[in-house]
C-alpha cells in the first residue's frame, strides 16, 4: 500500500496550481507503507485560506506503481487539524493571514469537513519549538 499527500504551504498556496508557484512542486509526497500499513511524511504546518480548515489531502494506493501513475485510487480523504495546535502554529512568524482566515472558520462551516469530520481530525502531539506529530488511522 502506498500514501500520497499534498497540502498548502503557509500562504494557503498549492504549488502547481495558484497563481505564482504553478512552475514549482512542493508539498507533496509518496511513501510505501510499511509491514504495519503506516507512513510518515516530514513537512510545515499549512496555513489556513479562506473557506478551508487547516488540513492535508491524501490518496491511498495499492502500489507505488499506482500512486505514480495516479491510478487506482483506493481512499481520497482530508486529515484535519486541530484548533489549539493551529492557534500555537499561526502565533508565529509568517502566518498572519491564517490567524484572520481561521477566526472566520469552523470545522462545522468548513466545506468539507461540515458533513462530519470525527474519523478525520487528527490526533497531533508535540510543540511550536519540538516539531508536531499528525496521527490519523484511516481503514482501507
Known sequence: MTALIWQCDREGRYSLYNDGVTVENYLRGVQEADDKGQVTFRSIFPGCYPGRW??????VHGSLADATAARSITNTSQLALPKDVSDRVYATDGYSESVRNLSELSLESDMVFSDG????????????????TATLTVPV
Open 54 to 59: 487547516p488540513h492535508v489531502h491524501f490518496e
Open 117 to 132: 469530520y470525527d474519523q478525520q481530525l487528527a490526533t497531533v502531539t508535540g510543540s511550536v519549538e519540538q516539531g508536531y
